[in-house]
């Protein structure tokens, strides 16, 4: 007999202790089954299959919605349609963990070729700096800054007018001078070398063991590339106020605004999984669709989104797509910029 048959039906709920009719085959409070017989194998392994399916297909009738109806999932679940869905909030999540391994396996399948070359080239005669055997700086004359050698303070500031060539040959020295005399005091190494012995040189000093290769630059860009995926993560919330200001007419509150903006995004997400995995395949195609996603596909999903969800006419939607584009840019250069701190304070 089945655990669902009237014949296990008790007067209340094992889960809550809620009092039931016997005629009640779930529980009116919590939802558990009525049913008082012991489980056993089939009945386990039957309730397991119908709760993956009944999570299966929320996540398909999101997908689905998603893919074919842009900005319906949304609309539907601020009207409450939440058992047919999955909860938007859990499934961006989810989407974002998943392209965020999958940035992190392709990142790593592919090695990359280091485009910087042993010398860059100066406006002017600079001054190259070894170090001897006992660690005193010698200078040669020579037209020439190579990226694998040790320079001091004075020689950077000379002939690096340039704001991140500044940086960039002060991070690079420290790394390669670290690797010439790993044993060697941070203090004593910035003295020899011409710089203060303070607090943020030692902190640049630190950060510049870090880097594996001297093309820092790329090193950077793949750092926060990985990181993507918690860069529009942490700026959704923001973004979402610029939704609300924009549609404040409509009478939404800022939760139903977030819920759109997590189903909008879940779209961006798993479209961009797709074209990473096609790395694996061919870098010229992922990169090709990668181009028309940005340029055409998101513009567009977006335009189909405000309007089913707002229930804005053709140009009303245009125009408040005008308005969100330039907020957009600020707003991700306020998230940017944090994360950007906060990348270097971790790195």
């Given at each position: 007999?089945?655990?669902?048959?009237?014949?296990?039906?008790?007067?209340?709920?094992?889960?809550?202790?809620?009092?039931?009719?016997?005629s009640?085959?779930?529980?009116?409070?919590?939802?558990?089954?009525?049913?008082?017989?012991?489980?056993?194998?089939?009945?386990?392994?039957?309730?397991?299959?119908?709760?993956?399916?009944a999570?299966?297909?929320?996540?398909?009738?999101?997908?689905?919605?998603?893919?074919?109806?842009?900005?319906?999932?949304?609309?539907?679940?601020?009207?409450?349609?939440?058992?047919?869905?999955?909860?938007p909030?859990?499934?961006?999540?989810?989407?974002?963990?998943?392209?965020?391994?999958?940035?992190?396996?392709?990142?790593?399948?592919?090695?990359?070729?280091?485009?910087?070359?042993?010398?860059?080239?100066?406006?002017?005669?600079?001054?190259?700096?070894?170090?001897?055997?006992?660690?005193?700086?010698?200078?040669?004359?020579?037209?020439?800054?190579?990226?694998?050698?040790?320079?001091?303070?004075?020689?950077?500031?000379?002939?690096?007018?340039?704001?991140?060539?500044?940086?960039?040959?002060?991070?690079?020295?420290?790394?390669?001078?670290?690797?010439?005399?790993?044993?060697?005091?941070?203090?004593?190494?910035?003295?020899?070398?011409?710089?203060?012995?303070?607090?943020?040189?030692?902190?640049?000093?630190?950060?510049?063991?870090s880097?594996?290769?001297?093309?820092?630059?790329?090193?950077?860009?793949?750092?926060?590339?990985?990181?993507?995926?918690?860069?529009?993560?942490?700026?959704?919330?923001?973004?979402?106020?610029?939704?609300?200001?924009?549609?404040?007419?409509?009478?939404?509150?800022?939760?139903?605004?977030?819920?759109?903006?997590?189903?909008?995004?879940?779209?961006?997400?798993?479209?961009?999984?797709?074209?990473?995995?096609?790395?694996?395949?061919?870098?010229?195609?992922?990169?090709?669709?990668?181009?028309?996603?940005?340029?055409l596909?998101?513009?567009?999903?977006?335009?189909?989104?405000?309007?089913?969800?707002?229930?804005?006419?053709?140009?009303?939607?245009?125009?408040?797509?005008?308005?969100?584009?330039?907020?957009?840019?600020?707003?991700?250069?306020?998230?940017f910029?944090?994360?950007?701190?906060?990348?270097?304070?971790l790195?």
């Open positions: 007999m089945s655990r669902k048959d009237a014949f296990y039906r008790g007067t209340k709920c094992l889960n809550c202790n809620t009092p039931l009719d016997i009640e085959r779930y529980c009116h409070y919590c939802g558990q089954l009525n049913s008082t017989k012991k489980i056993t194998l089939s009945d386990f392994i039957e309730e397991f299959f119908s709760n993956f399916y999570y299966d297909s929320k996540l398909r009738n999101s997908l689905i919605s998603i893919f074919t109806k842009p900005g319906i999932l949304a609309k539907r679940y601020n009207a409450g349609q939440r058992f047919t869905f999955a909860n909030f859990r499934l961006f999540l989810s989407v974002s963990i998943i392209l965020f391994i999958t940035i992190n396996l392709t990142e790593g399948d592919q090695p990359r070729t280091s485009k910087t070359t042993n010398t860059e080239q100066t406006k002017s005669d600079s001054l190259f700096v070894t170090t001897n055997l006992v660690g005193k700086i010698e200078k040669r004359k020579v037209k020439n800054l190579h990226v694998d050698s040790i320079y001091s303070k004075k020689i950077i500031t000379e002939n690096c007018t340039e704001f991140f060539k500044l940086y960039k040959f002060t991070i690079l020295t420290f790394r390669n001078s670290h690797l010439k005399h790993p044993t060697k005091s941070v203090s004593e190494t910035l003295i020899e070398l011409g710089f203060e012995d303070t607090k943020t040189n030692h902190f640049l000093f630190s950060k510049a063991k880097f594996k290769t001297t093309d820092i630059q790329r090193e950077m860009l793949d750092y926060f590339y990985e990181k993507l995926p918690f860069l529009i993560f942490i700026s959704l919330p923001i973004i979402t106020i610029v939704f609300w200001l924009v549609f404040y007419k409509k009478g939404l509150n800022y939760t139903e605004h977030l819920v759109f903006v997590y189903t909008f995004y879940t779209f961006v997400f798993i479209t961009l999984i797709i074209a990473t995995l096609l790395e694996f395949i061919s870098l010229d195609i992922s990169n090709f669709l990668a181009g028309l996603l940005f340029f596909v998101f513009p567009y999903y977006l335009y189909k989104s405000l309007r089913n969800f707002y229930q804005l006419s053709r140009w009303k939607t245009i125009f408040k797509l005008v308005i969100l584009h330039p907020l957009f840019i600020f707003i991700l250069i306020i998230a910029f944090i994360l950007f701190i906060f990348g270097i304070l790195m």
